[in-house]
């Protein structure tokens, strides 16, 4: 007998990380001919008609040098106010960094809840405290990722990107 696929993804999602798509615009006859159940989703919309993004989860790593832990540690209890609100601005929530001190790997999640994600990126990279932040803490870190440079030039990304499997809302 032939093992049964349980799952199959979406034909729009591509390798790496999942992509839900662009955000929906709904007319207000759209809205207006809703169901309850799809109302609720309404409640979250924008005054221009826009819905809310759900958000796409990222999760990446790099290598934290062992010289380092105690800064690493030291200078994130005390984030600079620019580069927190910088990273709000940019639609990025729930932003957590965990470390591995057996394997020196730091693990960062977030979720991006805006609407255009290269644009978001491009006005953190313009911002010339987080520059100096990334500069200093990339001094840290050690990437994993060949060729990469510095969290600064973009691509390749400083920071490893890593596949989600599994997720449970």
Not at 115 to 125: P, T, W
Request: hydrophobic share 35%; charged share 25%; glycine share 8%.
């Amino acid at each position: 007998m032939a093992a049964q696929q349980l799952w199959t993804p979406p034909k729009e999602a591509g390798p790496g990380l999942w992509n839900p798509g662009a955000p929906k615009f709904w007319t207000p006859r759209e809205r207006s001919q809703s169901t309850s159940t799809v109302s609720s989703v309404f409640s979250a919309s924008n005054a221009d008609g826009r819905i809310r993004y759900p958000g796409r989860r990222f999760a990446q790593i790099v290598k934290l040098k062992s010289e380092y832990i105690n800064k690493y540690r030291e200078v994130h209890a005390a984030v600079w106010p620019e580069v927190a609100k910088q990273i709000k601005e940019c639609n990025i929530h729930d932003y957590s960094i965990f470390h591995d001190p057996g394997t020196g790997i730091l693990f960062s999640s977030f979720k991006y809840v805006g609407y255009d994600y290269e644009g978001d990126m491009e006005k953190m990279r313009e911002n010339p405290k987080v520059r100096e932040w990334w500069k200093m803490t990339d001094g840290f870190q050690e990437s994993m990722v060949p060729g990469a440079k510095n969290s600064e030039s973009g691509e390749p990304s400083w920071w490893k990107p890593v596949e989600e499997v599994f997720y449970q809302a």
